[in-house]
């Protein structure tokens, strides 16, 4: 009788702390890629953001026929590794999953067509390709 309880309270904890593990996990990668939301646009860069903190990253201010939209890109570290540079005025074409932010619509890219340059940021379930990977600020 002893042992179950012991074993009860065991799976408890293990519950827990693979929740809280889940939980942290999400809010470090930011908000989840949903494949069935995805769209694709094409537009101009107006602005580069580099957005610090838990969320962090380059995102840009795409202006499509439609709308000015947010994207989500990458890690600048990721990027810089990519060899991947944008500036405004540049087309890109953006194949990702629509959100709501905190201000309206934005995008989470898993892919990127700048001119020549295509670029694979998340696979086809979203997950990000920098996924387990360190970057120093600034490099």
């Known amino acids: ?6 074993y009860a309270i065991a799976l408890l904890v293990a519950a827990s702390m693979l929740l809280a593990a889940s939980s942290l996990f999400a809010q470090k990668n930011g908000p989840a890629y949903d494949t069935t939301n995805e769209v694709k646009l ?4 107006e602005e580069i953001k580099m957005v610090p903190g838990p969320y962090e990253g380059v995102h840009v201010m795409l202006k ?3 709308e000015t939209i947010l994207v989500h890109l990458a890690p600048e570290g990721f990027l810089k590794m990519l060899e991947f540079n944008v500036a405004k005025g540049d087309t890109l074409e953006v194949t ?3 959100i709501t932010g905190e201000f309206g619509p934005e995008i989470l890219a898993r892919e990127v067509v700048s001119g020549n340059n295509d670029m694979t940021l998340r696979d086809k379930k979203g997950a990000p390709a920098w996924a387990g990977m360190k970057f120093a600020a600034g490099d």
């Open 42 to 45: 094409k537009g101009t860069v």
């Open 64 to 66: 499509t026929s439609t």
């Open 96 to 98: 990702g999953c629509k």
């Open 1 to 6: 009788m002893k042992s179950k309880r012991i």
